[in-house]
């Protein structure tokens, strides 16, 4: 059946294609479903680390004798 969605040729080795293999039937998916899962896993995983970096460098910076109260805020 045709599919609405873009693909991606993905060429692995075939220690890494037999892990994917197992991983699938495993979880009773396919092995094209697993990898579009592992796919958003890893770019979650990216964007809360890029996230925390940016919290981190704000938090070094971040002077409490500018900053503003609860209540200024909600005022």
């Known amino acids: 059946m045709p599919t609405k969605n873009p693909r991606i040729n993905v060429v692995v080795e075939k220690p890494l294609y037999i892990a994917l293999q197992d991983l699938a039937e495993d979880e009773g998916i396919s092995v094209s479903m697993l990898m579009r899962d592992l796919v958003k896993e890893a770019i979650d995983i990216r964007e ?13 910076d971040f002077d409490r004798s500018q900053a503003l109260s609860h209540e200024d805020v909600w005022n």
């Not at 809360?48 to 070094?60: I, K, M, N, P």
Request: glycine content about 0%; aromatic content about 8%.
């Open 48 to 60: 809360d680390r890029a996230l925390s970096d940016f919290a981190t460098e704000r938090e070094q």
